[in-house]
């Protein structure tokens, strides 16, 4: 669900949010971060809709942040994300 929140723009993750999160926690929200922008990236792509060829690109661009955001907050906090 967070990952859907994430890529729909509803929730912006930055290090504060993370803190409540354990390890455990931020690991799963990394792999959901990560299947979302899969399941995206399968869908078809809508070579003629501008407004969709945009939004499906805003929401990678936000799940793609996300995943730098965890990355570097896990590198800081010496979490092992693999």
Not at 26 to 33: D, H, P, V
């Amino acid at each position: 669900m967070i990952a859907k929140d994430v890529a729909d723009g509803y929730i912006s993750i930055n290090p504060i949010y993370l803190k409540i999160f354990n390890d455990t926690g931020i690991k799963n929200i990394l792999k959901a971060i990560t299947q979302k922008q899969i399941e995206i990236r399968t869908e078809p792509f809508p070579h003629n809709d501008v407004t969709k060829i945009r939004n499906r690109n805003i929401r990678l661009q936000r799940l793609h942040s996300s995943v730098l955001i965890i990355k570097n907050y896990a590198r800081e906090k010496k979490i092992q994300l693999f």
